[in-house]
């Protein structure tokens, strides 16, 4: 549990960083490529190794930590300009729904049971994103039009890294090498991200400021072990059918709570009895 408390915890760090890109005007682009190498030198440092050269592809994992790397560069910018043309609101609805996607992939590809209380818990978990991030004064509602394809595709990449994970603890691919794993997904994004902002800067498109290289910095650590506790997790045997759906709706949750409190954002009665409903739809889950 203490575990998965701090899953929850480097994910709301991760999410007031976004916030405060935007406030700050740092280039989320930049700053997400900062942050991957920031992942690769703290994870080379803590296994003792480069993971990305001392890992070939005779190694089981190597192909899946390379699917991971680009689905990471990819996923983490899709997200970016999904907050630009969406908003943060349904940005948020769309990438958390994708506990739809590695639950019903546990549960329809791995046999996970799915009785009666479970399948309520998952149906109250969608009720519980839709109503915390209804907003009152009209600015909540869900895109229209062509920027729509933003918040899909960002539902559909967290869904994907989720069950790339789950797949790779599934099928027992890293034992005993979740560090290395993640090092190596980690410093792939990091080099494709280098080689796109080092062509855009040699261009003249973009530079580099120091917001952006502080902006990177702070995101570095808690995305690192974001997705290092959830690799502990799995290896711990929780099912993904369960952890998916909780740790997401934990995030939300919790992540409503720090908006209210440190960003004085308003709540209405539909935001509190989505929070209710987040509650009652982790202790169904949990109960199953």
């Not at 929850?8 to 991760?14: Q, Y």
Request: proline share 2%; aromatic share 10%.
């Amino acid at each position: 549990m203490l575990i998965l408390l701090l899953a929850v915890f480097v994910n709301i760090l991760i999410a007031v960083c976004f916030k405060m890109f935007w406030r700050k005007g740092v280039d989320s682009f930049v700053a997400i490529v900062v942050n991957y190498l920031v992942c690769m030198v703290l994870g080379s440092a803590l296994a003792g190794e480069v993971s990305l050269l001392s890992h070939g592809f005779g190694t089981a994992w190597v192909p899946f930590a390379l699917l991971l790397g680009v689905l990471f560069v990819s996923g983490f910018n899709i997200t970016a300009l999904s907050i630009k043309f969406t908003g943060i609101t349904t940005t948020a609805v769309m990438s958390r729904m994708s506990l739809l996607l590695s639950a019903g992939y546990a549960i329809v590809v791995f046999a996970e049971p799915l009785g009666p209380v479970k399948l309520i818990g998952i149906a109250l978990a969608v009720v519980a994103i839709l109503l915390i991030n209804r907003r009152t004064d009209g600015k909540g509602r869900f895109a229209s039009g062509p920027y729509l394809l933003y918040p899909v595709l960002a539902l559909l990449f967290a869904g994907a890294i989720e069950s790339v994970l789950y797949y790779i603890k599934a099928m027992q691919l890293s034992i005993d090498t979740d560090l290395q794993l993640t090092t190596y997904a980690f410093s792939v994004a990091g080099v494709i991200g280098s080689v796109i902002v080092g062509v855009t800067c040699a261009t003249g498109k973009r530079r580099i400021r120091r917001r952006d290289l502080i902006g990177g910095l702070a995101l570095g650590l808690p995305n690192f072990f974001s997705i290092y506790l959830i690799l502990m997790l799995l290896k711990m045997g929780w099912q993904g059918s369960v952890l998916f759906p909780v740790l997401n709706l934990a995030i939300l949750a919790v992540s409503a709570v720090v908006g209210i409190y440190l960003f004085s954002e308003k709540v209405s009665r539909l935001n509190v009895i989505g929070l209710l409903a987040a509650l009652a739809a982790i202790g169904a889950i949990m109960l199953a």
